[in-house]
């Protein structure tokens, strides 16, 4: 069996979040990405999403730059290929530096496809091998620590496994004392999206009292060397998110004892093919691993949850329920989280259906391309 691509449709998408959402970097509320559908010659569909966001401020990779990649380059090294297996994509796009998150929303359509065909779930595709996931929540920077306490009282009731709390200066070790007080036992790690530098590292210290499952991305978005010098220094756990692009990175990163965990996105590091190699080199270092969120929408979600099957994905991930983000997603049915679990579909590719009246109702642009 072999992927033979005839269409590629780029639908540019624009939903509201429920709730604004703050990190180190500013406030959004609105999302804009692209969702890929490919339709190979027998008619299957497969669907990708792209995870940049408007501004570069996560990376350097913006919903524009996707889609200047995927139409100008990436999708015309697609053309007339015969793929006889999502692996084969990575190096089918290796002539074009970076740019993973555009990458990635191709890649992740070839494998729906592929598994599709198979007639099989993408978990079991990609040797996933779990039937349910633990998920957390990522909550965002709040106006006050008494907002953000109501928040975690909300999700830690609804049952999510962990609660992540963004933090930036003047917003962390007194903020998190709180929320531990209020909190003894519930498992909580703060995110800094790089907010801090080694410059900090007496304060970022005083994280090691309050029993924090780790601290996300504390330094610079392209430092392990810095981060192997904090690492050494905390009893805390540093995980790697932003600093992590690919198997080579996650490599030198682990030599260099900057992380203890690794935050995998699929984005971030080109794609399923990727992520993969970087979790099975993580099970083999003893590294635990966790799947990350780019508030996607639902098809972004159904690929990172066939990713969290995977056996090294020890740690409850960002993959939240539907509802966290959206009044209304665009898959069917929407991905729902019970007491923290989401049971795995064990239909044919990513399990979720298109919800095309959604797809129409959130589309602004839909580009079509003979391949
Ligand atoms: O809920 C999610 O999808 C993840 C939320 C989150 O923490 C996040 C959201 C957008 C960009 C970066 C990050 C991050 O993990 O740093
Ligand atoms: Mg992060």
Redesign the pocket.
Known sequence: MTISLKQIKLHRLKMMLNDP?T?SFGTFQEKEFFIIEMIDEDGIRGYGESVA?SSPW?SEETVETNFHMMKDFLIPLLKKKVIAHPNEVEQIFSPIKRNNMAKSALEGAVWDVYAKQKQIPLAEALGGTKRQIEVG??LGIEPTVKDLLKKVETYVQEGYKRI?I?IKPGYDVDMLREVRRHFPDTPIMA?A?SAYSLADLEHLRKLDELNLMMI??PLAHDDIVDHAILQAALRTPVCL??SIHSLEDARKAIELGSCKII?I?IGRVGGLTESKKIHDLAKEKGIDVWC?????AGIGRAHNIALTTLSQFVLPG???GSS??WKKDIIKPEVEVENGIIHVPNKPGIGYEMDEEALKEFTVATETIHV
């Open positions: 959402f990190t966001f996560y929540i990522s992540k963004k995110d999206n996300e991305q998110d932003e935050n996105k990350g969120g780019m508030l996607e960002d993959t939240a966290r983000y």
